[in-house]
């Protein structure tokens, strides 16, 4: 069984080769990144992508988000996208966005993410949000893996 620093280090990994792919717009390496991001437990990869989605939307609006925020957000991540990407969905980044502020719409009212559209959509997000803040996507990895340590090692048992 695999260490949590071990995984944390190989989602770190995949989601950087995703993200750099998805900023190069070379769809077979994004093809290539995502399915290694897609290997990973989803319910982990959900954990740090979502992390670095929230960091990055609450740094890009410190005095918070409304709904016209993330519509330029959705509206942005899509149309410099679609190009050189076109399957993407854009049902799957809403579902992401709301997922990373930690909004759960049950099972009846919105359909579950695969794995493969989370590794797929999930870095044109980050990508997309790095690209407005300038910053690595290193520093945020680091900071959404400190922070699922934390909260993991206050759980109770």
Not at 43 to 56: A, H, I, K
Request: hydrophobic residues 50%; aromatic residues 4%; contains cysteine.
């Amino acid at each position: 069984m695999e260490s949590g620093v071990v995984v944390g280090r190989a989602i770190s990994r995949a989601a950087e080769g995703a993200v750099a792919a998805a900023v190069a717009r070379d769809p077979e390496e994004f093809e290539r990144a995502a399915v290694e991001l897609a290997a990973r437990n989803p319910e982990q990869v959900g954990l740090v992508l979502g992390g670095v989605v929230r960091m990055l939307l609450e740094e890009m609006h410190p005095d918070g988000l409304d709904s016209d925020d993330l519509q330029v957000v959705l509206k942005r991540c899509a149309v410099d996208n679609l190009g050189w990407f076109p399957e993407l969905d854009p049902t799957v980044l809403v579902l992401l966005l709301t997922a990373a502020l930690g909004v759960h719409p049950s099972e009846e009212e919105a359909p579950r993410i695969e794995p493969a559209a989370m590794a797929r959509h999930a870095p044109l997000l980050v990508a997309d949000l790095l690209a407005v803040t300038g910053r690595p996507l290193a520093d945020y990895l680091d900071a959404a893996l400190a922070e699922i340590f934390v909260v993991q090692t206050m759980e109770l048992p």
